[in-house]
């Protein structure tokens, strides 16, 4: 029987090839699953406005500033009526807001910034921008930074991949602070009257990253600037996820806005700022529809700190609330808040406690990446409230500390307590004021006569919280 011829041999690749077509094949795999997992993961945008009042907007009651693109947010969102910055003035309360502490805790509770200052934000805090940093996404800051203008410190050093804006207020001269223009409202009355004024009677300067590019800035177009540079960087990163924090240096004085939208009477100069700024946040809104982004956006639009009442119509309104910007009642700390995405019921309000600090761990809950632990923080995970699956606010407390850092105040659900220092007396007892926001959120009827054992068990509770924070409060940032 002939012999059956074999077939020719087959040759299979070596060992080595397969492996490098499965570790291929394998990488490719990973690669597009993480490219659907960022297509997941949903954009932040958080616009903060500088100097706004609780009751400068038409969903929070104004009857003078028309407000539509703004209160677009309160329609398709939620509106929070009872959210607090952590301290009556800037440069604290942006430091509460990006690290999600009290000021305080970060060093940063001591007043504002000037040009001459040699401190500011820790990077070794965790920022809003770190954490979104490190889970993929594209970060920028565009506008007022004021925690600090030099390079350590700068937006680009604490999480932001890019910075486009004034390195601090825009009432502050580069570099030393002198050789300002006359103060008060009939102050900025001359300089509303004379647009040029920006370029003539101010040396604010304007960073890109870490170098000034324009001294002065020219202030009539920064609102249109910074949305611009917003728009572009959503543009330019609309495959992947984005963060964008654009904190308006409007309305904080001096006002100015384009040549093309300016009223020129100086009594309408707050609402002509606060409409332009509206006008600004319906374009960038509109690119979001335009790409198929606001499903999967989430906009956050609040303020820094209440309005600069001694400024008049150059300043704006705290409606119902007392008082407002440097103070520690509710018209310096109770802020207008709205938020737009995923998730989040449309035209719905949230009258429960909750504030900036609690911004960073929500967001946080949000992408699922957990905070550091090595880090103390103050905020909370707000996250069931912002969604309205929970009827209650896990924040039961909330401590007011003075423009200074100095702790003036505590809340603990519908009681407020305040113990004021009387300065410029001889008195050594404070003046006590005991509020019940739920039937008096104009803290107009004090209630600490009636209520001693409140008083005492708050003010023991104030300072129990506050010594907790300055026995760990981790040291700002200082130029050596």
């Known amino acids: 029987m002939p012999a059956i011829p074999y077939p020719p041999k087959k040759i299979y690749p070596p060992m080595k090839t397969k492996i490098n077509y499965l570790l291929l094949s394998t990488v490719a795999f990973i690669l597009f699953a993480t490219n659907i997992a960022q297509a997941a993961k949903p954009n932040f945008i958080l616009i903060f406005i500088d100097d706004q009042g609780y009751g400068d907007l038409s969903c929070f009651g104004s009857q003078k500033i028309r407000t539509p693109n703004i209160d677009r947010l309160s329609t398709e969102g939620r509106k929070f009526t009872s959210f607090m910055v952590a301290s009556p003035v800037c440069t604290p309360s942006r430091a509460a807001l990006l690290t999600g502490c009290y000021p305080k805790r970060v060093g940063m509770h001591q007043h504002v910034l000037f040009p001459s200052s040699t401190r500011g934000l820790n990077p070794k805090e965790h920022t809003l921008g770190d954490h979104l940093k ?14 600090g203008h030099h390079p350590e410190v700068l937006p680009t050093s604490n999480g932001f991949d890019t910075y486009y804006g004034i390195p601090y207020s825009n009432d502050m001269n580069h570099p030393d602070n002198k050789g300002k223009p006359k103060g008060g409202p009939d102050g900025m009355d001359i300089l509303w009257k004379d647009p040029e004024s920006t370029l003539t009677k101010w040396k604010t300067p304007l960073f890109e990253d870490e170098a000034i590019v324009e001294l002065p800035v020219d202030q009539r177009t920064v609102t249109r600037r910074y949305t611009q540079k917003a728009i572009d960087f959503v543009k330019a990163n609309r495959d992947k996820p984005f963060f964008v924090y654009l904190p308006h240096s409007m309305p904080h004085i001096p006002l100015y806005v384009p040549d093309d939208v ?41 303020t820094d700190n209440g309005p600069w009442l001694s400024f008049k119509h150059h300043g704006g309104s705290a409606g ?56 103390k923080i103050d905020g ?5 409230l912002w969604m309205g699956k929970a009827k209650k606010s896990p924040r039961k407390e909330f401590v007011y500390y003075t423009s200074r850092g100095e702790i003036e105040g505590i809340r603990q659900g519908n009681w407020k307590l305040l113990v004021k220092k009387r300065r410029g007396q001889t008195a050594t007892e404070p ?26 068990q708050l003010r023991s509770r104030m300072e129990e919280l506050d010594a907790e924070i300055t026995a760990n409060a981790r040291a700002a940032w200082f130029k050596k």
């Open 262 to 302: 300016r009223d020129p009477d100086p009594k309408n100069a707050y609402t002509n700022t606060i409409e332009h700024i509206d006008s600004e946040v319906g374009r960038l809104l509109n690119v979001l529809d335009e790409l198929k982004l606001s499903d999967n956006t989430y906009v956050i639009y609040t």
């Open 320 to 375: 119902p609330l007392r008082d407002g910007k440097g103070t520690t009642f509710e018209g310096g700390q109770r802020v207008p808040c709205l938020i737009r995405g995923p998730g989040i019921p449309a035209g719905t309000v949230c009258n429960e406690l909750m504030g900036t600090i609690d911004v960073l761990p929500t967001i946080a809950a949000i992408t699922g990446k957990p905070l550091p632990e090595k880090n």
């Open 380 to 384: 909370m995970d707000m996250l069931r």
């Open 134 to 147: 490190s889970e993929g996404y594209a970060t920028a800051c565009f506008g007022k930074w004021h925690l």
């Open 431 to 456: 003046q006590i004021l005991l509020f019940d926001l739920s039937k008096d959120v104009g803290e107009k009827n004090n209630q600490a006569e009636k209520n001693p054992q409140i008083v005492n």
